[in-house]
């Protein structure tokens, strides 16, 4: 079955604790990105990456990074999560005409 | 500066009625359009696309229209069901663009009562 996988699903830590929540796609797609779904704002990009090893800065990149070793797999980590990083955030994988999204992943930063 | 645009936070309609949900955008470079369903604790899925260089896209119960001139695309849901209560993602894209990442309007919380 084709789909993106992200763990954890839900997350509850401490300012300034490290975390790194995975994605991992069974597509074989090239382009893959971040999400973050916030209350009136809808889905913003944090992060994307158009191949392996490629990534570039989304429209909301600050307190985030990526990496991209593998095709398969995109993470996401906060190096030191702060409570405005408390969001839904949404991996997905894309062709050239759709896009796949996984999940989510409930972050909750005290 | 937003470039997709749905300006209707919410929308209610009755079971069996045509639920209307619309979507502007300003850049005119965009040339594919997609809408997505999103239901809550899941991520959004696919429903449906259009390209530039059609007006009209049709798939069962859920039709897409563009008006390029106007920028604007609209989502109409014939008959609407009360398993279409979801929030509807507008999207937008330049294919073959350097970035070729899809930019997502707010969302309508689209309602159907029984």
């Known amino acids: 079955e084709a789909q993106v996988t992200q763990n954890p699903r839900y997350l509850i830590t401490v300012t300034g604790k490290k975390l790194t929540v995975t994605c991992s796609q069974n597509?074989?797609?090239?382009?893959?990105?971040w999400?973050?779904?916030?209350?009136g704002l809808g889905l913003r990009q944090i992060y994307y990456s158009m191949n392996v090893e490629v990534t570039d800065k989304g429209d909301v990149p600050e307190g985030y990074k990526v990496s991209r070793k593998e095709?398969?797999?995109?993470?996401?980590i906060l190096e030191s999560p702060s409570p405005n990083q408390t969001s839904l955030y949404f991996c997905a994988s894309r062709t050239t005409y759709e896009q796949?999204?996984?999940?989510g992943t409930r972050l909750t930063v005290t | 500066d937003q470039q997709v645009k749905q300006n209707s936070p919410s929308l209610s309609v009755q079971e069996g009625r045509i639920s209307i949900l619309n979507c502007d955008y300003t850049n005119s470079m965009f040339d594919y359009f997609l809408w997505y369903k999103k239901y809550p604790a899941e991520g959004p899925t696919f429903l449906i696309s259009i390209?530039?260089?059609?007006?009209?896209?049709?798939?069962g119960r859920f039709t897409v229209f563009l008006n390029k001139s106007a920028k604007h695309l609209s989502l109409h849901i014939v008959p609407s069901q009360p398993g279409d209560s979801a929030v509807y993602f507008c999207a937008a894209s330049v294919y073959g663009g350097s970035q070729g990442n899809l930019i997502f309007g707010k969302g309508t919380k689209l309602s159907v009562k029984p």
């Open chain 1, 71 to 76: 095709k398969r797999n995109f993470p996401l």
């Open chain 2, 51 to 59: 390209s530039s260089i059609k007006d009209k896209n049709e798939d």
């Open chain 1, 100 to 103: 796949y999204f996984g999940p």
């Open chain 1, 35 to 39: 999400y973050r779904q916030d209350p």
């Open chain 1, 27 to 33: 597509m074989n797609h090239e382009y893959m990105s």
